[in-house]
Each structure stands twice: as C-alpha cells, then as structure tokens.
C-alpha cells in the first residue's frame, strides 16, 4: 500500500507543477509569437503591468521604455534566460532596430 500511495502523492506534485509552469509557458508561447508576427503590438496584449515593471527592474541594461512593445519584452526575457551570453544569438545582433539596444556584454559578441 505504501508504494500506491507514494506514486499517488508524485502524481500529485507533477500535477501540481504542471498547473503552475503551463500557463507561463502558454504566455511565453503567446509573448514570442506576437514578437516574431507583429512585433509592435504594445505588451498589454500578452503582459501585465506588474510583469513589465518587473523586466524593467530584472534587465535594466535593457533600458525598457515606460510602455515597451512586445519585441523589447521579448528581449528582456532572453536576457533574463541567459541567451544574450550565446554566441551566435539573433536577439544579440538585432541591436537597436526596435528601439531597445541589446546590453553592452551582448555587442561584444
């Protein structure tokens, strides 16, 4: 019995951690599509505004405009996954085309 209940209980914590890490994946999903289709689309459509002070405070190389679109958005997020730091990254040599110029480390690249 000891082993029915402990599968139940591990069944139990994957359900859990997948009701709290699909709906940031889905509005991951959401903020990188919107990026890559209509990349001025304001952040409102997929962020709210607690999530976009929190980039800003989380990224301040970034520079984040007081309303940032969805591409800078998308930006801060690479920047906060460690994706600036790969050599070869698209979002590192995008630069400034979208009015947000990538970080200092990132240019160097």
């Known amino acids: 019995m000891g082993s029915v ?3 139940s209980a591990g069944s139990f914590f994957e359900s859990a951690a997948l009701a709290i890490f699909l709906p940031i994946a889905w509005q991951l999903l959401l903020l990188r599509s919107l990026a890559r289709a209509q990349p001025d689309e304001p952040t409102a459509l997929v962020l709210t505004t607690s999530q976009c002070e929190g980039l800003r405070a989380a990224v301040p190389a970034l520079e984040l405009p007081a309303r940032p679109t969805v591409a ?3 930006r801060a997020v690479a920047y906060l996954g460690g994706h600036f730091t790969k050599r ?3 979002l590192a040599r995008l630069g ?3 009015g947000v110029a990538a970080p200092r480390d990132a240019r160097r690249m």
């Open 5 to 7: 209940y402990a599968s």
């Open 72 to 74: 800078p958005a998308l």
């Open 88 to 90: 070869g990254c698209r």
């Open 96 to 98: 400034s085309r979208d």
